[in-house]
């Protein structure tokens, strides 16, 4: 009896020393390789693409903070959608420049004489990127202005040329404009002379239609009327529109036709859709009424 009693007092010392040992193996790998430059730079690379993953929805819950709510939603969505991708990015650049110093961190790189360095470099390529600090700060003012917002149409005149698109993504030191051929196009903030905001607040329809002289004008200018009411009354354009579209006035006395002006007031984005069915409208209804749109004729006569 007192044997087996011996026995296991020694079964138990003997486990718990093999197992002093194995803890003592296991906490000395986890240093080991916690101290493992690879092993923590594997980690801040980690954390840097989790929070990356979270930036989109920090951005959005910042924007949708600082823009107060509207009647129009769709000028708060795409405010909110400009000032969200620009938070995104900020922070994206904040988080890597974060991973970065960490990664130099690990291995021992004092970063006294670098950002020294940096400075003196900085200075130098300072002196030539003034176009880059330009680009910035119109950015800004073109964000606090609230010159154009991702979704708008504009027009930008970089170098005397002309680029019509609509507003895919801006930060603060460029625009990238997508026109309708599919093309995009990147402009500095600065570059443009001017722009043209086609869709702020509200896109304006403004057509010029050409009648033959012998139309009634005011037959002309009630069926024109009607297709604005027409299109107005249509539940697929209804919300859309804010002033149907009229005849306001005969603009010109061409050299073969009448050419009367038609506008119309319509929400932001929704304009060639619906100046596309007031073209299809007034094709039908001019067949109708008989109004005929002038062409060019060449009369072969022979003697």
Do not use: C
């Amino acid at each position: 009896m007192l044997k087996k009693q011996l026995d296991f007092l020694n079964f138990l010392k003997h486990n718990h020393l093999r197992m002093n040992l194995e803890s003592k193996y296991i906490t000395q790998t986890i240093i080991e390789v916690s101290n493992n430059q690879f092993f923590k730079i594997i980690i801040i690379l980690l954390i840097a693409l989790f929070l990356q993953s979270l930036t989109p929805i920090l951005a959005n819950t910042i924007s949708k903070f600082f823009i107060k709510n509207n009647s129009d939603d769709i000028e708060r969505n795409k405010n909110i959608k400009t000032i969200a991708h620009l938070f995104n990015t900020t922070f994206v650049i904040i988080i890597w420049i974060g991973a970065l110093i960490s990664i130099l961190h690990t291995f021992n790189v004092k970063l006294g004489p670098l950002l020294t360095g940096a400075g003196i470099l900085g200075a130098i390529i300072g002196f030539g990127s003034q176009n880059v600090i330009k680009d910035i700060l119109a950015g800004i003012f073109i964000l606090a202005e609230h010159q154009y917002r991702v979704g708008d149409y504009v027009t930008f005149y970089p170098s005397g040329k002309k680029i019509f698109g609509r507003v895919e993504t801006m930060t603060l030191r460029v625009t990238k404009l997508r026109d309708i051929s599919g093309r995009l196009h990147i402009v500095r903030n600065a570059a443009s002379s001017a722009i043209t905001n086609h869709t702020f607040e509200y896109s304006k329809i403004n057509l010029d239609l050409n009648v033959d002289y012998d139309s009634d004008i005011d037959l002309v200018e009630k069926v024109i009327n009607d297709i604005g009411q027409k299109i107005y009354n249509n539940p697929t354009w209804h919300d859309l529109i804010i002033e149907p579209i009229h005849f306001l006035r005969i603009k010109k006395l061409d050299e073969y036709s009448i050419v009367v002006k038609v506008i119309g007031k319509v929400k932001v984005g929704s304009k060639f859709a619906i100046t596309g069915e007031i073209k299809r409208q007034v094709l039908k209804e001019f067949a109708k009424n008989n109004i005929n749109i002038p062409y060019p004729q060449i009369v072969i006569k022979k003697d």
